[in-house]
């Protein structure tokens, strides 16, 4: 069964900082991995994904990720963070055929 | 507008009620998913649905059913309510579940 690790509930960088934030998977077959933004009272929304092919992925919002099969890694990374990028954070894996498992989320701070 | 819709968005219900909460999923998606978010279990995926027929089964109470009618829109009915049943349920919808679901933004239900 597949499962994902965010490493830190919580995250808090400075207006205009890197925000990296983790996501480690287990899996015994090639997972499809996703990033999702939860903002407050509202649903989820989809970031970015990794299916195939390119292991950087780009996505909303200045938002990227990179899949590191050897660390079994799925880092969210955005450049230069603003504001308006508080909100939790969640990753996500599945594998053909099985649903979509969650991570704990980390909720990202941004200081001003 | 994600394209999935969810009503009602706010309910509140006494203990040892039932209510329904409806899902319209986004068109041309067959499959249908329901989850359950609350603070102490995160994101806990309940069950799935596709072109009508039941698919999995994850931590779904006895108490709650669900299904989907053939205009593909579902329900999920959560009976004999306790207050531990208070959260956030969100329906996604997908095409592929390989390539990510797209959430409504959830019904809060409030138990008192």
């Known amino acids: 069964a597949q499962s994902v690790t965010q490493l830190g509930s919580h995250v808090s960088v400075s207006e205009g900082a890197l925000v990296l934030l983790r996501c480690n998977y287990s899996s015994s077959v090639p997972p499809y991995l996703f990033w999702y933004v939860q903002y407050p009272n509202q649903g989820l929304q989809l970031l970015l994904k990794y299916t195939t092919g390119a292991t950087l992925v780009k996505g909303i919002n200045g938002f990227e990720a990179e899949f590191k099969k050897s660390e079994t890694s799925f880092h969210l990374t955005k450049p230069s963070a603003h504001m308006s990028d508080a909100a939790e954070y969640f990753c996500?894996?599945?594998?053909?055929?099985?649903?979509?498992?969650f991570g704990a989320g980390t909720i990202l701070r941004v200081k001003s | 507008d994600s394209g999935v819709t969810q009503t009602p968005k706010h309910l509140i219900t006494a203990t040892g009620q039932r209510v329904t909460l409806r899902c319209s999923p986004r068109?041309?998606?067959?499959?249908v998913y329901w989850y359950q978010q609350s603070l102490d279990q995160g994101l806990q995926f309940l069950i799935q649905y596709y072109n009508g027929e039941e698919r999995a089964k994850g931590n779904i109470l006895e108490r709650f059913s669900a299904q989907q009618f053939p205009d593909l829109h579902s329900e999920l009915n959560l009976s004999s309510l306790e207050l531990g049943d208070s959260a956030l349920y969100f329906c996604?919808?997908?095409?592929?579940?390989?390539?990510?679901?797209?959430f409504g933004s959830g019904t809060r239900l409030t138990v008192v």
């Open positions: 996500a894996v599945t594998t053909h055929g099985n649903k979509l498992v």
């Open positions: 068109s041309g998606d067959l499959s």
């Open positions: 996604a919808s997908s095409h592929d579940r390989n390539y990510g679901y797209t």
